[in-house]
T-cell receptor
Framework: NAGVMQNPRHLVRRRGQEARLRCSPM?????VYWYRQLPEEGLKFMVY????????ESGMPKERFSAEFPKEGPSILRIQQVVRGDSAAYFC???????????????FGDGTRLSIL | AQSVTQLGSHVSVSEGALVLLRCNYS??????LFWYVQYPNQGLQLLLK??????LVKGINGFEAEFKKSETSFHLTKPSAHMSDAAEYFC?????????FGSGTRLSIRP
Protein backbone atom coordinates (compact mmCIF):
# COMPACT_ATOMS: atom_id res chain seq x y z
CA ASN A 1 0.00 0.00 0.00
CA ALA A 2 1.67 3.19 -1.17
CA GLY A 3 -0.84 5.52 0.49
CA VAL A 4 -0.51 7.66 3.59
CA MET A 5 -0.09 5.37 6.58
CA GLN A 6 -1.22 6.36 10.05
CA ASN A 7 -0.84 4.41 13.24
CA PRO A 8 -2.30 3.49 15.50
CA ARG A 9 -5.82 3.46 14.04
CA HIS A 10 -7.28 3.69 17.53
CA LEU A 11 -5.62 5.05 20.66
CA VAL A 12 -7.04 5.15 24.16
CA ARG A 13 -5.43 7.28 26.83
CA ARG A 14 -6.34 8.38 30.35
CA ARG A 15 -6.41 12.04 31.26
CA GLY A 16 -2.91 13.32 31.89
CA GLN A 17 -1.13 10.77 29.72
CA GLU A 18 0.72 11.46 26.48
CA ALA A 19 -0.52 10.52 23.03
CA ARG A 20 1.79 9.98 20.06
CA LEU A 21 0.31 9.72 16.59
CA ARG A 22 2.42 8.65 13.64
CA CYS A 23 2.14 9.39 9.95
CA SER A 24 4.19 8.08 7.05
CA PRO A 25 3.51 10.10 3.88
CA MET A 26 3.07 8.65 0.44
CA UNK A 27 6.25 7.62 -1.31
CA UNK A 28 7.83 10.66 -2.90
CA UNK A 29 5.89 13.14 -0.75
CA UNK A 30 7.87 15.42 1.51
CA UNK A 31 5.05 17.66 2.71
CA VAL A 32 2.85 16.58 5.61
CA TYR A 33 -0.28 18.15 7.06
CA TRP A 34 -2.21 17.29 10.23
CA TYR A 35 -5.93 17.89 10.67
CA ARG A 36 -8.32 17.30 13.55
CA GLN A 37 -11.92 16.22 13.16
CA LEU A 38 -14.23 16.59 16.12
CA PRO A 39 -17.47 14.55 16.16
CA GLU A 40 -20.03 15.79 13.62
CA GLU A 41 -17.64 18.46 12.34
CA GLY A 42 -15.36 18.99 9.37
CA LEU A 43 -11.60 18.79 9.43
CA LYS A 44 -9.64 21.66 10.92
CA PHE A 45 -6.07 22.37 9.86
CA MET A 46 -3.46 22.04 12.58
CA VAL A 47 0.04 22.11 11.14
CA TYR A 48 2.06 21.85 7.92
CA UNK A 49 5.55 20.37 7.94
CA UNK A 50 8.33 19.60 5.55
CA UNK A 51 11.33 17.48 6.44
CA UNK A 52 12.83 18.91 9.66
CA UNK A 53 10.81 22.13 9.34
CA UNK A 54 7.49 23.42 10.62
CA UNK A 55 6.10 25.66 7.89
CA UNK A 56 2.71 26.65 9.30
CA GLU A 57 1.43 25.81 12.77
CA SER A 58 -1.33 28.38 12.90
CA GLY A 59 -3.94 25.72 13.75
CA MET A 60 -2.06 24.12 16.61
CA PRO A 61 -3.17 24.77 20.18
CA LYS A 62 -0.53 26.83 21.95
CA GLU A 63 -0.01 24.35 24.76
CA ARG A 64 0.46 20.57 25.00
CA PHE A 65 0.53 19.96 21.23
CA SER A 66 3.67 19.57 19.13
CA ALA A 67 4.58 18.08 15.78
CA GLU A 68 7.74 17.02 14.06
CA PHE A 69 8.82 15.52 10.76
CA PRO A 70 12.40 14.30 11.16
CA LYS A 71 14.82 13.64 8.37
CA GLU A 72 14.30 9.92 8.86
CA GLY A 73 11.08 8.29 9.97
CA PRO A 74 7.45 9.28 10.19
CA SER A 75 5.88 12.55 11.22
CA ILE A 76 4.77 12.59 14.85
CA LEU A 77 1.92 14.53 16.40
CA ARG A 78 2.39 14.60 20.15
CA ILE A 79 -0.22 15.59 22.72
CA GLN A 80 0.96 15.93 26.29
CA GLN A 81 -1.27 15.71 29.37
CA VAL A 82 -4.33 14.81 27.34
CA VAL A 83 -7.79 16.03 28.37
CA ARG A 84 -11.26 14.81 27.42
CA GLY A 85 -11.57 17.56 24.83
CA ASP A 86 -8.67 16.06 22.85
CA SER A 87 -10.89 13.12 21.87
CA ALA A 88 -11.16 13.34 18.09
CA ALA A 89 -10.02 11.80 14.84
CA TYR A 90 -6.62 13.05 13.74
CA PHE A 91 -5.85 12.87 10.04
CA CYS A 92 -2.56 13.18 8.27
CA UNK A 93 -2.24 14.19 4.63
CA UNK A 94 0.71 14.50 2.29
CA UNK A 95 1.50 16.17 -1.01
CA UNK A 96 4.42 16.06 -3.41
CA UNK A 97 4.93 19.79 -3.83
CA UNK A 98 4.88 22.89 -1.73
CA UNK A 99 1.61 24.18 -0.41
CA UNK A 100 1.91 27.34 -2.43
CA UNK A 101 0.96 25.30 -5.49
CA UNK A 102 -2.55 25.09 -4.14
CA UNK A 103 -4.11 23.08 -6.94
CA UNK A 104 -2.29 19.98 -5.80
CA UNK A 105 -4.64 17.80 -3.78
CA UNK A 106 -3.56 16.36 -0.50
CA UNK A 107 -3.76 12.62 0.01
CA PHE A 108 -5.21 11.53 3.33
CA GLY A 109 -4.57 8.63 5.65
CA ASP A 110 -7.35 6.74 7.41
CA GLY A 111 -6.81 8.65 10.63
CA THR A 112 -6.16 7.89 14.29
CA ARG A 113 -9.19 7.88 16.56
CA LEU A 114 -8.09 9.17 19.95
CA SER A 115 -10.30 8.48 22.94
CA ILE A 116 -9.59 9.98 26.33
CA LEU A 117 -10.99 8.19 29.37
CA ALA B 1 -10.31 35.23 3.48
CA GLN B 2 -11.27 32.04 1.74
CA SER B 3 -13.95 29.73 3.10
CA VAL B 4 -16.69 27.36 2.00
CA THR B 5 -20.26 26.89 3.16
CA GLN B 6 -22.14 23.65 2.64
CA LEU B 7 -25.90 24.00 2.67
CA GLY B 8 -27.62 21.09 4.37
CA SER B 9 -25.86 18.90 6.89
CA HIS B 10 -27.90 15.88 5.79
CA VAL B 11 -29.32 14.98 2.40
CA SER B 12 -31.41 11.89 1.72
CA VAL B 13 -32.30 10.66 -1.76
CA SER B 14 -33.77 7.50 -3.22
CA GLU B 15 -31.58 5.04 -5.07
CA GLY B 16 -31.50 6.08 -8.72
CA ALA B 17 -32.43 9.69 -7.99
CA LEU B 18 -30.36 12.79 -8.68
CA VAL B 19 -27.81 13.76 -6.05
CA LEU B 20 -27.20 17.47 -5.48
CA LEU B 21 -24.89 18.64 -2.71
CA ARG B 22 -24.48 22.39 -2.40
CA CYS B 23 -21.32 24.36 -1.76
CA ASN B 24 -20.70 28.09 -1.90
CA TYR B 25 -17.30 29.65 -1.56
CA SER B 26 -16.03 33.06 -0.63
CA UNK B 27 -12.77 34.13 -2.15
CA UNK B 28 -11.17 37.35 -3.22
CA UNK B 29 -9.26 35.56 -5.98
CA UNK B 30 -10.10 32.59 -8.22
CA UNK B 31 -9.98 29.67 -5.86
CA UNK B 32 -8.83 26.09 -6.06
CA LEU B 33 -11.83 24.02 -5.00
CA PHE B 34 -12.18 20.36 -4.09
CA TRP B 35 -14.79 17.80 -3.16
CA TYR B 36 -13.75 14.99 -0.85
CA VAL B 37 -15.73 11.94 0.30
CA GLN B 38 -15.33 10.23 3.65
CA TYR B 39 -16.64 6.73 4.26
CA PRO B 40 -17.18 5.58 7.86
CA ASN B 41 -13.95 5.15 9.82
CA GLN B 42 -11.82 6.10 6.84
CA GLY B 43 -9.87 9.09 5.65
CA LEU B 44 -10.84 11.50 2.93
CA GLN B 45 -10.74 10.54 -0.72
CA LEU B 46 -10.53 13.15 -3.45
CA LEU B 47 -13.59 13.13 -5.72
CA LEU B 48 -12.64 16.02 -7.99
CA LYS B 49 -10.89 19.37 -8.11
CA UNK B 50 -11.41 22.68 -9.89
CA UNK B 51 -8.30 24.46 -11.10
CA UNK B 52 -9.74 26.96 -13.63
CA UNK B 53 -9.10 24.77 -16.68
CA UNK B 54 -12.81 24.01 -17.15
CA UNK B 55 -15.95 25.04 -15.30
CA LEU B 56 -17.48 21.54 -15.44
CA VAL B 57 -15.30 19.10 -13.61
CA LYS B 58 -15.77 15.35 -13.80
CA GLY B 59 -14.64 13.20 -10.92
CA ILE B 60 -14.65 9.61 -9.83
CA ASN B 61 -17.69 7.40 -9.24
CA GLY B 62 -19.85 9.37 -11.70
CA PHE B 63 -19.75 12.64 -9.75
CA GLU B 64 -19.24 16.03 -11.31
CA ALA B 65 -19.27 19.64 -10.17
CA GLU B 66 -19.80 22.93 -11.93
CA PHE B 67 -17.94 26.09 -11.01
CA LYS B 68 -20.23 29.13 -11.30
CA LYS B 69 -18.39 32.34 -10.60
CA SER B 70 -21.55 34.47 -10.80
CA GLU B 71 -23.11 32.40 -8.02
CA THR B 72 -19.84 31.64 -6.17
CA SER B 73 -20.97 28.03 -6.17
CA PHE B 74 -19.38 24.64 -6.75
CA HIS B 75 -22.25 22.19 -6.33
CA LEU B 76 -21.66 18.43 -6.59
CA THR B 77 -24.04 16.29 -8.63
CA LYS B 78 -24.56 12.73 -9.71
CA PRO B 79 -27.39 11.76 -12.07
CA SER B 80 -28.31 8.48 -10.39
CA ALA B 81 -27.56 7.67 -6.76
CA HIS B 82 -26.23 4.28 -5.75
CA MET B 83 -26.35 2.73 -2.30
CA SER B 84 -22.55 2.81 -2.18
CA ASP B 85 -22.65 6.62 -2.40
CA ALA B 86 -23.78 6.87 1.23
CA ALA B 87 -21.00 8.81 2.96
CA GLU B 88 -19.96 12.23 4.23
CA TYR B 89 -19.02 14.77 1.56
CA PHE B 90 -16.79 17.77 2.14
CA CYS B 91 -16.33 20.79 -0.04
CA UNK B 92 -12.96 22.47 0.42
CA UNK B 93 -10.91 25.42 -0.75
CA UNK B 94 -7.16 25.67 -0.83
CA UNK B 95 -5.53 28.60 0.86
CA UNK B 96 -1.75 28.83 0.85
CA UNK B 97 -0.48 25.64 2.45
CA UNK B 98 -3.72 24.45 4.00
CA UNK B 99 -7.13 23.21 2.96
CA UNK B 100 -10.21 24.82 4.47
CA PHE B 101 -13.06 22.36 4.74
CA GLY B 102 -16.77 22.91 4.90
CA SER B 103 -18.73 21.35 7.72
CA GLY B 104 -19.77 18.41 5.57
CA THR B 105 -22.98 16.92 4.18
CA ARG B 106 -24.04 13.43 5.11
CA LEU B 107 -25.64 11.68 2.14
CA SER B 108 -28.10 8.88 2.82
CA ILE B 109 -29.56 6.66 0.11
CA ARG B 110 -33.04 5.17 0.50
CA PRO B 111 -33.65 1.79 -1.16
Amino acid sequence: NAGVMQNPRHLVRRRGQEARLRCSPMKGHSHVYWYRQLPEEGLKFMVYLQKENIIDESGMPKERFSAEFPKEGPSILRIQQVVRGDSAAYFCASSPVQGQYSNQPQHFGDGTRLSIL
Amino acid sequence: AQSVTQLGSHVSVSEGALVLLRCNYSSSVPPYLFWYVQYPNQGLQLLLKYTSAATLVKGINGFEAEFKKSETSFHLTKPSAHMSDAAEYFCAVSRASKIIFGSGTRLSIRP
